[in-house]
């Protein structure tokens, strides 16, 4: 499927693990980009990371490409004392939208992009670092993760994620906040769009029927 997606040369680069392409840019200096996965190749081979300016990691989740879907197994922040900190900062910085959500809805528009059927995750009993025994490096309950963000527990094992992001009217939002919803709409629709234009020059195969209307899901 990778090799489909992106054909032959893109899989070669990967090989290279400075490996990167440059999907978007989103605010103040922070970028989203497809990597290798360089943490724990048995989450998936694949990766989508924020980075601040200086190219330093601030969030990612991993995944790999599963017949027709996108199947993340990881999505990880900041560790460590600033953790907190740091997680406050970014989401400042993406107009009040948790970094953990930026990850959740940049998989589920980046398969639309594929023109893949959707995005899926993996549930919590089958984590790798759980069969491994690594219960403290898996900081999170992934079923209740999912299932914050819409996804439903299919006969194949796996949470399905709605394949387009939900949104709130801006009608809908007091006056306040309408401000920061705007921009934060205004930035992923930018995101999509910059998916778009990278892949378009890497990829093979890209739709552009990707829509943004809104399901009856989670907010954002």
């Not at 017949?67 to 953790?83: D, F, I, K, N």
């Not at 079923?143 to 527990?153: C, I, R, T, V």
Request: proline share 3%; with cysteine.
């Amino acid at each position: 499927m990778a090799e489909k997606l992106f054909g032959t040369d893109i899989l070669h680069q990967m090989e290279d693990y400075r490996f990167h392409l440059v999907l978007a840019h989103l605010s103040d200096g922070i970028s989203l980009w497809l990597n290798r996965n360089d943490n724990c190749v048995e989450e998936g081979a694949w990766s989508l990371s924020l980075r601040d300016e200086a190219g330093n990691r601030l969030y990612m989740a991993t995944f790999a490409f599963v017949g027709t879907h996108l199947l993340t197994a990881s999505v990880q922040g900041p560790a460590g004392e600033e953790a907190k900190d740091t997680v406050r900062r970014i989401t400042k910085q993406l107009h009040g939208l948790r970094p953990q959500q930026l990850m959740v809805t940049a998989l589920q528009y980046f398969a639309a992009v594929l023109g893949l059927d959707g995005a899926m995750g993996i549930a919590q009993k089958h984590q790798v670092k759980l069969r491994w025994k690594l219960k403290k490096r898996v900081k999170m309950n992934y079923d209740a993760f999912w299932q914050e963000y819409g996804a439903s527990l299919e006969r194949d094992g796996y949470w399905h994620l709605p394949q387009t992001p939900a949104r709130k009217d801006l009608a809908d939002i007091e006056s306040k906040k309408r401000s920061m919803y705007r921009k934060r709409y205004e930035m992923l629709d930018n995101m999509v769009a910059e998916m778009k234009d990278s892949l378009k020059t890497e990829a093979r195969g890209i739709s552009d029927g990707i829509q943004t209307e809104k399901p009856p899901r989670r907010t954002a």
